[in-house]
């Protein structure tokens, strides 16, 4: 099994910035085994979860939400089986609960199956 563990969040004020990390473990020999993309979701009170970023294993093909376009940008290191989420002109908008993801061979992160607990970012205006 893989197991995902976010960090990173946390208050921040608009304008502000957040990078958020994520770092795979158990058998995580799949994840570059397989060709995993990795990717973000977020999901808020009320909403369903939304796809925010993706990231194919070659690093070659990010994808994003129209939303975070130009704001975020995801990236990874799969020597140390990570991948960061670097968010920069943070909104209110963006308050969710972020989840780490991976199981897709796609950044869109269509087929996503192993997640993360999530971690907490909240937008103060």
């Known amino acids: 099994q893989v197991q995902l563990v976010e960090s990173g969040g946390g208050l921040v004020q608009a304008g502000g910035s957040l990078r958020l990390s994520c770092a795979a473990s158990?058998?995580?020999?799949?994840?570059?085994?397989?060709?995993?993309?990795m990717g973000w979701f977020r999901q808020a009170p009320g909403n369903e979860r939304e796809f925010v970023a993706g990231?194919?294993?070659?690093?070659?093909?990010?994808y994003y939400a129209d939303s975070v376009k130009g704001r975020f940008t995801i990236s990874r290191d799969n020597a140390k089986n990570t991948v960061y989420l670097q968010m920069n002109s943070l909104k209110p908008e963006d308050t969710a609960v972020y989840y780490c993801?991976?199981?897709?061979?796609?950044?869109?992160?269509?087929?996503?199956?192993?997640w993360g607990q999530g971690t907490q970012v909240t937008v103060s205006s």
């Open positions: 990231i194919s294993w070659s690093g070659a093909s990010p």
């Open positions: 993801a991976t199981g897709s061979t796609s950044a869109t992160m269509s087929s996503a199956r192993f």
């Open positions: 158990g058998r995580t020999f799949i994840i570059n085994r397989m060709g995993y993309a």
